[in-house]
């Protein structure tokens, strides 16, 4: 990336020569409107951070509004939130990469209205970032509707006589609210109406973006910003409005400022190999145990594991014994539970993954191997098995056959053969006992040490090692 000083006047260099917001075109102007504050301000936070040497970690967060076009303008990192979900979107980037520089870039729908709490609490957390609120008292993408800062008396398209009291409340002074919290650091409001205001506009976006730098903690810089379009004023005339009309409610100044006293929050990453993850977490492995049998290498492995029926059968139970003991033979586990809100006789299923690398996302779309207990569950996933998969299904619960030729279809009585060995709630195991042998790739001496271990009940040991046995045999045959 070529440098340049703002000091040149030149475009910043974390700016794009060109910007293709249409496929083939290549305009050299944003999509403001003449007379809107956005561009302005875009230029003052392009113009710190290469000031500052931080474009190349910086990431720019996009909120769902008039500036939602941002990521055609700054070649910098650059994530697209959903409606009003910066701050929980930066706190999640920043925690996962405590050196890079979050930007969060919201309007005042985005971060008053839809957005609210998440701000809120952000802030309150003294998350480690920098937070630029473009308040100009309207929606301005979706066609001027009221916001939480339109003023009292303002029309917009929602408050066609003008926003009263009695009906919408009074508007929201967000940088007052936001400095009663302990946590942030910096809170200024600002106004984008004359030189000498972008000017202490620019020495606010400087500083906010410099206290992140120097691990401060959470500054916000709110900005008086025209939006000729929204309140239907000519550029001039909104210029003016700020300041005879928006500015006597939302007055200017430094809110909060505690910079200079905060000390620094340095947070140390810490990225354990998988295998040390329960002694980071303080928990004990299964394999910290004594009487540990010994652990097979691990092979190349990636199954995605799709276990379905009602509450009660014991179908989250089997997927999480399946992944512990899938993390015994040290492979990247998930375990993904869904259920309804019933205690018992809802429908229940979960996802497990079970891999011999790193794991991305604990969600099952498509599973290599499909164990259902009643008929919907089979009915709601066969489809989506991998072609050469397995569906293994309790045979005496469904009374219809999958469908898929190009699956393994295993149809095993589970539940009867619990029952007969003493309790139908042991039809999980036997259903483990045939999905280990089909796959291979577990111990079966660590599955029934593990089983002990994971679910710690002795009254149930020797019924599970019967039920597994006997999956195990059925696999066999
Ligand atoms: C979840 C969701 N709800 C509503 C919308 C519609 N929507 C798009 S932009 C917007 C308001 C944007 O206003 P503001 O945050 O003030 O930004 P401005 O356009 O004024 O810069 C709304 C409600 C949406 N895109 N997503
Ligand atoms: S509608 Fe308003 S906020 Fe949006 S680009 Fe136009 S002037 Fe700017």
């Known amino acids: 990336m070529k440098k340049n000083q703002s000091t040149i006047l030149d475009k910043a260099s974390i700016f794009y020569d060109t910007f293709e917001r249409k ?10 409107c003449p007379g809107c504050g956005h561009g302005i301000l875009h230029k003052l936070i392009a113009e710190a951070l290469v000031d500052f040497d931080v474009e190349d970690k910086t990431v720019f967060l996009s909120p769902v509004g008039c500036s ?13 939130s959903a409606h009003g979900r910066d701050p929980a979107v930066g706190t999640g980037y920043k925690r996962a990469n405590p050196d890079s520089i979050v930007i969060s870039y919201q309007g005042d729908g985005d971060l008053a209205s839809i957005g609210g709490n998440n701000i809120l609490q952000a802030a309150n957390r003294g ?16 066609g001027g509707q009221m916001a939480p800062t339109t003023l009292i008396g303002q029309r917009s398209t929602t408050t066609p006589r003008g926003r009263t009291v009695e009906n919408e409340g009074y508007p929201l002074r967000m940088s007052e609210l936001l400095s009663t919290l302990e946590a942030p650091v910096y809170i200024e409001r600002v106004m984008l109406t004359d030189p000498k205001n972008i000017a202490k506009t620019r020495k606010a976006v400087r500083k906010a973006i410099k206290n992140q730098i120097d691990n401060k903690g959470f500054s916000f810089v709110e900005v008086l910003s025209a939006c000729p379009t929204g309140w239907k004023k000519t550029p001039h005339d909104s210029v003016n409005w700020i300041t005879e009309v928006q500015e006597q409610y939302f007055p200017i100044g430094v809110k909060k400022d505690v910079s200079e006293e905060r000390e620094p929050i340095i947070v140390k990453r810490i990225t354990p190999k998988y295998s040390d993850f329960h002694k980071v977490l303080d928990i004990q492995s299964l394999n910290d145990l004594p009487d540990v049998p010994k652990i097979p290498d691990t092979k190349n492995i990636n199954e995605e594991i799709k276990i379905a029926g009602f509450g009660g059968q014991g179908v989250l139970s089997l997927g999480y014994v399946l992944a512990n003991i899938g993390m015994g033979h040290n492979y990247a586990v998930s375990w993904l539970p869904s259920y309804g809100p019933e205690m018992r006789g809802g429908t229940a299923n979960c996802s497990v ?20 207990l009643t008929k919907p569950a089979l009915e709601k996933f066969e489809n989506d098995v ?7 299904y309790d045979s005496g619960l469904i009374d219809v056959a999958p469908k898929r030729k190009d ?8 539940t009867e053969i619990a029952d007969k060995l003493g309790s139908t709630r042991a039809a999980n195991m036997v259903l483990f006992g045939v999905y280990s042998k089909l796959t291979g790739y577990l111990s079966q001496e ?32």
């Open 68 to 80: 939602v076009f941002a990521y055609y303008y700054f070649q910098n990192g650059n994530i697209q």
């Open 446 to 477: 660590y599955i029934k040490w593990g089983i002990k271990h994971i679910i710690n009940k002795e009254k149930f040991n020797e019924l599970n090692m019967n039920a597994l046995n006997a999956g195990y045999e059925f696999g066999e045959k």
């Open 23 to 32: 496929a083939g075109t290549e305009l050299k102007v944003t999509h403001y």
């Open 127 to 142: 998350e480690n970032m920098t937070v630029f609120f473009v308040n100009n008292a309207t929606y301005g993408m979706t």
């Open 386 to 392: 991998v072609p050469g998969g397995n569906i293994i």
């Open 353 to 372: 993954k079970i891999s011999d690398v790193r794991i991305g996302s604990p969600i099952v779309d498509n599973p290599t191997t499909l164990i259902a």
């Open 407 to 414: 699956v393994n279809v295993i149809p095993i009585k589970a």
